[in-house]
């Protein structure tokens, strides 16, 4: 059930701009929930006929304790007491404190959520009773964080407007390591694994009192590109992320600033190691940029067969045997063309359009003078998986290389012989993932009905379509002459 996405529609009293609030607010919440070591719980008002009720919209639970809700809660309505505390929350717009009940509404704390000064939801805190007071400075500092967050939310300045929208991958999380910095910007906690992470960096000895910003500035050599918002995220001033690099060592940092009335009290900054994710990914990089380079020299080599069949032509003494090597030029320059769109993207499938254009474009240059036939793609193919383009582009190209050579014949001895025209095209029909073609020309069209023939061209046709790409082909007469090629391919999903 989607009660967040429901909020967008116009009878649910919520603009745009508080449900894009409510979906950060929702994005940014496991913060609290851990800090809390409590379940989060999102509940937004549903008008009846004589007063507001209220829906469960959303929960967290946390990852540093137990939960108190096993099952899923989005959905579920309050009983009457606690619907009249989640009420005057959401009425006074001020933090409600439940009594112990005994339910998992003991002493959870019932906050309003405001944005632009009006409250707009109300979120509620359950905390596990063994968890409720802890004796050691860890959880204390945690606890202290969750609350001044918590307050911030009633306030409307949390979450932050102008945080960060860069890639969230290897973000920090509390249980990374987690420093508490005062308004100046000075380290008054660390947990140990904030510690941690900062002795990864090469820190030494006791943190507490020191200026994060200058600590860091000691311990990092930064000759090299040095991220411009990494000082406003070290002194704790804005919602930010950055990222520190020093020799094989990568540590991510985020900051949120804690405020109080609109004034800057302190800030929480999370830290966590990624050298193994950035090892990884410039490994990955490493891989595309060989797979690419690989098609690269596959496509240059093929251009260098392709040349090299073409002088061999030219220096064939007989015409059957000059035909056959153009060609197989024609056929290694069509595979040519796959392996140059497939070194310039990662992508898993291709734009196969723009493919198909460059292929079709190739049968008409190999033919003789006498014949002007025009090839035009009409419709599209979309995107097709790499497996299958190499097999697709061959066979179609083959079919209206047969269709210029067989649909057009012309008596090339004949010096009166006039200029032989037609028109071939190629007509795509894509439904999901399976492809219905057809290839319709204005020739001769077939003799006596008795197919295609058994060359050579027909016979890779045949073996590219039903082989290679699991499909069916059929060649049939086209009604007012010429020849129509129907071709119904199973394709793979493009990724």
């Known amino acids: 059930m989607s009660i967040l996405a429901d909020l967008r529609t116009d009878e649910s009293g919520f603009s745009e701009d508080d449900v894009d609030w409510l979906h950060v607010l929702v994005g940014d919440w496991q913060l609290i929930a851990d800090l809390s070591f409590a379940d989060l719980v999102l509940w937004v008002p549903k008008p009846r006929d004589e007063d507001v009720d209220f829906v469960v919209a959303a929960q967290c639970r946390p990852t540093t304790g137990l939960t108190v809700f096993p099952t899923d809660a989005v959905g579920d309505r309050p009983a009457p007491r606690h619907r009249a505390l989640i009420d005057r ?83 920090p ?140 032509a030219r220096r064939a003494s007989s015409s059957e045997a000059r035909s056959a090597i153009e060609e197989a030029m024609r056929r290694v320059s069509v595979i040519a063309v796959v392996h140059d769109s497939l070194s310039q993207s990662l992508d898993e499938s291709l734009d196969f359009d723009d493919i198909m254009d460059k292929g079709l474009r190739l049968a008409p240059d190999l033919s003789s003078p006498l014949v002007q036939v025009t090839t035009r793609r009409v419709g599209s193919f979309g995107k097709i998986a790499t497996e299958d383009a190499s097999a697709l582009l061959l066979a179609i190209t083959e079919l209206v290389t047969n269709a210029v050579e067989h649909g057009f014949p012309f008596d090339q001895d004949d010096p009166d012989q006039e200029p032989v025209r037609g028109s071939i095209e190629v ?53 007012g002459g010429g020849t129509e090629v129907l071709l119904e391919v199973p394709l793979r999903a493009p990724e």
């Open 173 to 312: 999380r509390v249980g990374d390591g987690l420093i508490l910095l005062n308004r100046e910007g000075r380290i008054r906690y660390a947990s140990p694994n904030g510690v941690s992470v900062l002795y990864r960096l090469g820190s030494e000895g006791d943190i507490e009192g020191r200026y994060l910003a200058d600590l860091v500035a000691d311990l990092v050599d930064q000759h090299g590109t040095v991220d411009e918002s990494l000082p406003l995220v070290l002194t704790g001033r804005t919602p930010w992320r950055s990222e520190i690099e020093s020799g094989r060592v990568t540590i991510s940092l985020r900051s949120i600033p804690l405020k109080r009335d609109g004034n800057r009290t302190g800030a929480v900054v999370l830290g966590r190691d990624v050298s193994e994710i950035r090892r990884r990914e410039r490994e990955l990089m490493s891989r595309d940029a060989l797979i690419r380079e690989m098609h690269h020299r596959v496509k240059n080599n093929l251009q260098t067969v392709s040349a090299l069949l073409r002088l061999q």
């Open 427 to 479: 007509r795509p029909d894509r439904d999901g993932n399976f492809l219905r073609l057809c290839v319709v020309d204005d020739g001769v069209g077939l003799k006596d009905d008795r197919g295609p023939g058994d060359g050579l061209g027909t016979q890779i046709v045949r073996t590219l379509i039903t082989a290679d790409l699991r499909g069916t082909i059929d060649w049939h007469p086209r009604e």
């Open 89 to 171: 929350a959401y009425r006074t717009g001020a933090t409600v404190i439940a009594d112990d009940d005994g339910t998992r509404f003991a002493r959870a704390d019932v906050v309003p959520v405001v944005r632009s000064g009006r409250v707009i939801a109300v979120l509620t805190r359950h905390t596990e009773e063994s968890k409720r007071t802890g004796a050691s400075r860890l959880e204390r500092n945690y606890r202290s964080s969750a609350s001044a967050l918590l307050d911030m939310i009633g306030e409307g300045s949390f979450p932050h407007a102008e945080a960060s929208s860069r890639s969230r991958r290897g973000e």
